[in-house]
């Protein structure tokens, strides 16, 4: 069975943390994504990856960076948290090409305070 | 710019009635359409997705989406629903760049009543 797993399902943290969002997919894609979800939004793209080491921004990178050492994990990280990256964030992971889907993880809840 | 839109932000339809949840999309050359299922705490779960070929496609869970060219759409349908279909539905468009990217909808949340 297919499995994408994000480190946490719930997460708290202090405005001004540096906080890593952990993504690891066992399938060997070659793509992996950040997603965030907020209501009435849907999902918003925030970086992606297509290989190790290769990364490009999504419509909303800004306050965010990315990491891909390995081609199973993908980091997402918040340089400096802030209220408004309060969210749900999706990590996806995909094979390359136009008409592949996409396998998500569970989701990661994020409250800044 | 290729973009996608789903027109209801909820949908509600009685057990056993047939449902529709309707996206349209905007893109340059040949559309890849997707329709994602989430269930409530979940991640996405892919349903179904067009690439070419016949108009009318089958997914996961009895559903299936009709893709029409001329009215740029790509609506999600169900003969006979179940409490059980309740969620929030979101269509995507895969978008080429560099890299396949997938662009989603702002979702639509499907409710059904016994």
């Known amino acids: 069975d297919v499995k994408v797993t994000q480190s946490s399902r719930y997460l708290v943290k202090r405005t001004g943390e540096k906080v890593f969002l952990e993504c690891v997919q066992d399938m060997d894609h070659e793509n992996m994504f950040w997603y965030r979800q907020d209501p009435g939004l849907g999902l918003r793209l925030i970086y992606f990856s297509y290989d190790v080491k290769m990364k490009e921004k999504g419509d909303i990178p800004e306050g965010y960076s990315v990491s891909r050492e390995k081609k199973e994990r993908f980091s997402l990280i918040l340089e400096s948290a802030s209220t408004n990256q309060t969210s749900m964030y999706l990590c996806?992971?995909?094979?390359?090409?136009?008409?592949?889907?996409?396998?998500f993880g569970q989701g990661t809840r994020l409250t800044v305070v | 710019a290729q973009s996608v839109a789903q027109p209801e932000d909820q949908v509600n339809v009685a057990e056993g009635n047939p449902l529709t949840v309707k996206c349209t999309y905007s893109v340059s050359g040949n559309p890849y359409l997707f329709w994602y299922v989430q269930y409530p705490n979940r991640g996405l779960q892919f349903l179904l997705k067009?690439?070419?070929?016949?108009?009318l496609v089958k997914g996961s869970y009895g559903f299936e989406a009709e893709f029409n060219k001329s009215q740029t759409s790509f609506h999600l349908k169900k003969p006979s629903a179940l409490v059980s279909d309740s969620a929030l539905y979101f269509c995507a468009v895969s978008r080429y760049s560099s890299a396949s990217k997938i662009i989603f909808g702002s979702g639509t949340r499907l409710s059904i009543r016994p």
């Open positions: 996806a992971s995909s094979l390359v090409g136009v008409n592949t889907e996409a396998f």
């Open positions: 067009y690439i070419t070929g016949d108009n």
